[in-house]
């Protein structure tokens, strides 16, 4: 994420991120929030895990006070995002009030509905970036994703529209699309082309449907081929599973928290825990949630299996996808075993994974991690050891671990199409 | 400096006091300065306030000499101002 770089008296940040983090943990509350404004979107994407229609939206005024709580609140850097926040009438407004009060802005958006005329008045309002996110440089690609015909035609002059009216514009490309993520090499050409930043999304994009799952997540070995995931150098891979790793913090829940369209608040967009909410509450009570002081003290130390596993330098998990998809926020899980994998074996010029090492489960998979490196480009599962701090854990905090993985959400996307354009 | 302009936060900044210290983000140069205690009592006092008037508030907060605070202070409000975090105007005016 492009947060801004850093300039400090006494130095010691590397960038602004660092320093935002550093500032979150010293309060230890959230200096950061996501704050969706609309409950729905007028692109029906393939890999989207939200799902939208089901919480309602915020009035302008509801918005305007969960605004004020968040200004006491010592939030400073505010995304805005939906859904698709365009779609609502007074986002101006909004941001225009959200300036008011203090924050520094970043709008997300598809800006399937940015003209001119918006381009000119989310300028006027002064925001530090607008996200603009295009899955490809070809037109059927990109739609194809969004599931909506024609999507790509307007998207992409109309990011050109944001930069000409002096917005700083950072166009997005998550990499979602199998069998190739040839996606998000299209945007860099773009991207290179327009001299605009290019924010690769190379998390987990898992969909909540079983059947949409498969068809969202990118295939690891094509990532590093395809130059989109950086291989991993085996000598930094072991270097960063050393002891003090286990000891750095995770970061989700601590420098930021997501505000969703009703008020609620979550820790990430996909962390299914309710940590109070804005509309009807209080700051105080998200302080007061029982899972709060559990984000700013979880450490890689915390997470069973990953943190034994080799791999750890080459991983980049989601807490809440492990949630979904292995059923267990805080253990190891296939999708992110398979990209570190993968990007080990890249580095290594080959991999081989031999048989699960004696004291493992005996339905043991070898696709699931921890792993240990036995020799360059050969891996041996390990067994994934579950202490009673880590049961202990689960038992404090039960929405940490589903015996069955993820519930099967209801899909109720609003697939608005075209027809639903303004003139 | 002349001591008596007037100080303002520019537009373009974005800023919060976070745990005792003010993070400015400058939505221009897209970069965040954190300022150590005594710049973020200034920072405080920026908006509306003179040099001369700052002088006297950090005589009267802080144990330093008059003459050491306004030539650490005009450094301070100077640096601001080539960073474009604060804006000057003549005396007098809105």
Redesign the interface.
Request: charge should be neutral; charged fraction near 20%.
């Given at each position: 994420m492009?947060?801004?770089?850093?300039?400090?008296?006494?130095g010691g940040?590397r960038n602004?991120h660092e320093?935002?983090a550093a500032?979150a943990a010293?309060?230890r509350a959230p200096?950061a929030a996501h704050l969706q404004v609309a409950d729905r979107c007028n692109h029906a994407c393939a890999h989207c895990y939200q799902v939208q229609g089901q919480r309602g939206e915020l009035s302008f005024e509801g918005l305007c006070e969960v605004l004020d709580r968040l200004?006491s609140a010592?939030?400073?850097?505010l995304n805005v995002s939906g859904g698709e926040a365009t779609l609502r009438t007074d986002l101006v407004a909004i941001l225009r009030e959200a300036?008011r009060r203090?924050?520094?802005?970043r709008l997300y958006t598809n800006a399937f509905l940015v003209d001119d005329r918006l381009a000119g008045e989310i300028a006027e309002v002064?925001?530090?970036?607008v996200h603009v996110s295009l899955y490809s440089d070809v037109a059927g690609d990109h739609d194809a994703v969004t599931r909506v015909p024609g999507s790509w035609e307007p998207s992409r002059p109309r990011g050109e529209a944001l930069r000409g009216g002096g917005v700083?514009v950072v166009l997005k490309a998550p990499a979602t699309w199998s069998p190739t993520p040839r996606g998000a090499q299209g945007v860099e050409r773009i991207s290179s082309g327009a001299g605009v930043r290019l924010h690769r999304q190379l998390r987990d994009v898992l969909a909540k449907t079983a059947s949409r799952r498969s068809r969202s997540r990118p295939d690891p070995d094509a990532l590093v081929r395809d130059g989109c995931c950086g291989p991993g150098p085996p000598e930094r891979i072991r270097t960063r599973c050393a002891q003090e790793d286990r000891r750095r913090v995770l970061r989700v829940g601590t420098k930021s928290l997501v505000v969703l369209s009703n008020g609620d608040v979550q820790a990430c967009t996909d962390t299914p825990l309710l940590m109070g909410n804005l509309a009807s509450g209080s700051w105080d009570d998200v302080l007061a949630s029982p899972d709060l002081p559990l984000f700013h003290s979880l450490t890689w130390g915390d997470v069973h299996g990953c943190r034994d596993c080799d791999l750890l330098g080459a991983c980049a998990r989601c807490h809440a996808s492990a949630l979904h998809e292995a059923g267990d926020y805080l253990g190891p899980y296939a999708g992110a075993c398979a990209r570190a994998r993968a990007r080990y074996g890249a580095g290594a010029g080959g991999l081989e994974v031999l048989a699960p090492a004696e004291g493992c489960a005996a339905d043991r998979s070898a696709l699931v991690g921890p792993y240990r490196i036995e020799a360059p480009g050969v891996l041996r599962p390990i067994p994934d050891v579950v202490t009673a701090e880590d049961e202990a854990r689960a038992q404090r905090h039960p929405w940490i671990r589903r015996g069955e993985g993820a519930p099967q959400a209801r899909l109720v996307s609003l697939r608005l199409g075209r027809d639903r354009h303004p003139p | 400096m002349n001591s008596d302009v007037i100080l303002r936060h520019s537009p373009d900044v974005a800023w919060r006091r976070i745990d005792g210290l003010v993070a400015i983000i400058s939505l221009e140069a897209n970069r965040v300065r954190l300022l150590n205690r005594v710049g973020s009592f200034l920072w405080e006092r920026c908006d509306g306030s003179t040099p001369e008037a700052l002088v006297g508030d950090t005589c009267a907060r802080f144990e330093v000499a008059e003459s050491t605070a306004r030539r650490d202070i005009d450094a301070v409000v100077r640096d601001l101002v080539s960073r474009g975090l604060i804006t000057t105007s003549p005396s007098g005016m809105a």
């Open positions: 492009g947060e801004p770089c850093v300039t400090h008296p006494d940040y602004g320093l935002l500032l010293r309060q200096v200004a010592g939030v400073l850097m300036r203090g924050f520094a802005l002064g925001v530090l970036e700083r | -």
